[in-house]
């Protein structure tokens, strides 16, 4: 097996763009079978933009809720961001109000000096594969219905960075021409598909998977992965086309398993309740090799949403101190 390259800013931060919970996000279909308590998801929003703020030093900027879109604090899904250049996706169906959103992205993140760049708006028909998916082209239809014919989509959940190369998750968010445009726009690095185990009984809650819902970088070289059929499943493909040797941690609580690496420290989502207990055993494990620092997420993990959809961490070319709104 060939030995990757490290990137030499990975896990260096110091900016980060998040969004405040709108009070739409009960209307939003699926949450209101889940009747979350609103009033902590935004306190456990703004906790985290606190973490950032206070104790990680970042220049946070939060964005002005957008009540029309009930999902507008999930701003991974918008925009990838890597080495001084953010492509903003295209992982929804188009008309998607989440549209609105992204103008103030975009400004945010050209004020941080962040060149952008847009998903192509052609549909490839016909392309030359760069990419190997499990020893398949690229360019093979897939099962779960995202075909050659379709516009290119993906979101940053499906992005998976370890510091060597990327993995990108084909998801119902993310199809292969997605994965193809990232690769040919953002990065000089590996860039290899992985599919997601994708249940065609079309269960809403299978269907919101991204890749990051189970497989996260701990720490330089270290991923930790669901210990579930999926997750398994997942980490196998990673394994397999991997251009580097991992170490792995498998987590027992699946909402665990996705975590931010950040300037030396590891954020973690606390749940506050028993399904903390097999997560705190588990990150045990890492405590010789990174400092943790629990996020409050009892509230998200009931909507199953993961920790790291909840903002935008990068690294800036230029920052401007304590920012707290914008626009």
Known sequence: MSVASRYPKFGQFNAAIGSRVPNSIEKYPEYQKLRPNRELLKREQLD??????????????????????????????????FNGKALLTRGLKSGDPRELEIKSLKIALKDYGIDILFMDDSSALAMTPPLEMNGAAATEEMENGVGEKEAKRIVGGDVLFTGYEFFVGISYFTNVEGAMEFASKMTDLAVTIVKLPLDKSNDPEIKSRRLKDYISVACEGLIVYADTADGNFL??????????????????????????????????PDTGNTLCADGESDYKLLDQLISRIPVPASEFSRVKTALSRRVLIFDAPHTHGARRHFP
């Open 48 to 81: 985290l933009l606190h973490i950032l703020r206070e104790k990680m030093h970042l220049d946070v900027t939060e964005l002005v809720p957008e009540e029309k879109t009930p999902l507008c604090c999930f701003v991974e899904d918008l925009a990838i961001v």
């Open 235 to 268: 980490m196998k493909q990673i394994i397999n086309n991997s251009s580097y040797d991992y170490n792995t941690v498998r987590m027992r609580a699946e909402f665990l398993s996705n975590c931010i690496y950040i300037n030396g420290y590891l954020l973690y």
